[in-house]
C-alpha cells in the first residue's frame, strides 16, 4: 500500500526534483547505536525496529520525500551468519520496507503534506561480505552466480510493495547487469546507482559502458550515481543524462573516506547543498546524501531546489 497522498514516483521525476534522505547509518549512530558489527545498520531491524522508524522520520521531516530502507546489508547469506533463518530473514526484509512506510504514515499524521515514498534498498554482493569489496567489485563471481544471489531477496522485497528498488552502490558493471537481469518481471520499477571513481565505475569500467546497460531497461526510471565524492557526481551526471535519456539520481557521500579495515570515516567533508542546483541543471531529479550527510545538510538540498 503506497504512502503517497497521489501519483506514482516516476510521475514525480517527468515533472520536477524529488529529494532523497541522506545516510541511514549516521542517523542511527547519532542515537546511540552501535553498529560495528557485519550487518551494520540491518541488525536493528530484529532488535531496534523503532530506531529506523524514527531515522526514516528524522529525513522526512528535514524535506526528504524518499525513505531508503535499512536493508542495504540485508541478505539471506549475511542473516544466515547470524543464525538466523531463512523464514526469519525475508520478515526481516519485508519488515524494512514496512518501517519506512510506518515513518512516512506518522510524517503525514504530522501535517506533511507532500507526497512520500519508499524505496527498498538492494546493496551489492559486496555489501554482505563485509570487506570492502562493494568499493572494488570483481568478486570472482559470473553475471549469472550474481544473479541468483540477488533475485530472491529482491524477490521478498518487490512483495512487500515498495515503490521502487534501489539497486545502489554497485561498483561494477557486470553486478548491474545481473541486477538488471533480475529486476525483469517483478512489476516495481527500479533505479540503478553505481559507486564510482571519476569518470568509471569503482571496477574499473567506463561509465559510459556501464550506463549504457540500463539504457534500454523499462524497469529502470532512473540512473546515476551514489556513495561517491561530491567532486565525481558533475560529470556523471552528464554520462548518464546523455545516454541513457533517463532521469537521473545522485546522492553522493559528504566526501570523507571510508577506511575499511578501521571501520571508520577519516578526512574532512567536501559536500554542500548548493551544488544541487548544478546537478539539477544536469539532469538530476533524484537528489540526496549517502554516508555522512545528515537531516541538516538534506535540508538544506530541499531549501535550494525547492526554491
Known sequence: MTSNISGTLADALTTGTVVLDGGMSNQLESAGHDLSDELWSARLLAERPEAIVEAHLGYFEAGADVAITSSYQATFEGFAKRGIPRERAAELLVLSVELAREAAHRAHAKGIRRPLWVAASVGPYGAMLADGSEYRGRYGLSVAELE????????????????????????????????????????????????????????????????????????????????????????????????????????????????????????????????????????????????????????????????
Open 148 to 307: 541468483r544471489f540477488h533475485r530472491p531477496r529482491l524477490e521478498v522485497l518487490a512483495a512487500a510493495a515498495p515503490d521502487v528498488l534501489a539497486l545502489e552502490t554497485v561498483p561494477d558493471a557486470d553486478e548491474a547487469q545481473a541486477l538488471l537481469r533480475a529486476v525483469r518481471g517483478l512489476g516495481v520499477p527500479a533505479w540503478l546507482s553505481y559507486s564510482v571513481a571519476g569518470d568509471r565505475t569503482r571496477a574499473g569500467q567506463p561509465l559510459e559502458e556501464a550506463f549504457a546497460l540500463a539504457a534500454d531497461a523499462d524497469e529502470v526510471i532512473a540512473v546515476g550515481v551514489n556513495c561517491c565524492a561530491p567532486e565525481d557526481v558533475d560529470g556523471a551526471v552528464e554520462t548518464a543524462a546523455r545516454v541513457t535519456g533517463k532521469p537521473v539520481v545522485v546522492y553522493p557521500n559528504s566526501g570523507e573516506a571510508w577506511d575499511a579495515q578501521a571501520r571508520a570515516w577519516s578526512g574532512r567533508s567536501s559536500f554542500t547543498a548548493e551544488q544541487v542546483t548544478g546537478w539539477q541543471t544536469g539532469g538530476a531529479r533524484l537528489i540526496g546524501g549517502c554516508c555522512r550527510v545528515g537531516p541538516g545538510a538534506i535540508a538544506g538540498i530541499a531549501e535550494s531546489l525547492r526554491g
